[in-house]
């Protein structure tokens, strides 16, 4: 089947980063403590803060420029992201 390649690569000295795969059954909420945050949606989701919501279609990326949290993500059925953040050192 189709393979996806998902890498990060920072700038040694300068930030460092962390990727985590998570996975829910239908919701799940995720803080994003880095300076720089990226959401890397597997399946369709909608992320929702602070009142305000975005559906992400799978494949998608959503960035975060300052730590964000708490975001309340749902879907129908399984929950798959990447959640990406990178930190100035």
């Not at 960035?63 to 993500?73: I, K, M, Q, T, Y």
């Not at 059925?77 to 953040?85: A, P, R, S, V």
């Amino acid at each position: 089947g189709p393979i996806t390649d998902l890498n990060v690569m920072t700038r040694r000295g300068r930030f460092r980063h962390t990727m985590l795969r998570l996975t829910a059954r239908q919701e799940m909420t995720v803080w994003c403590c880095g300076a720089s945050n990226m959401i890397v949606s597997v399946r369709d989701i909608r992320i929702a803060r602070d009142g305000a919501s975005m559906d992400v279609a799978a494949g998608g990326t959503v960035r975060f420029d300052e730590p964000a949290g708490p975001l309340e993500l749902t879907g129908s059925g399984l929950l798959e992201i990447y959640l990406i953040e990178l930190f100035a050192l």
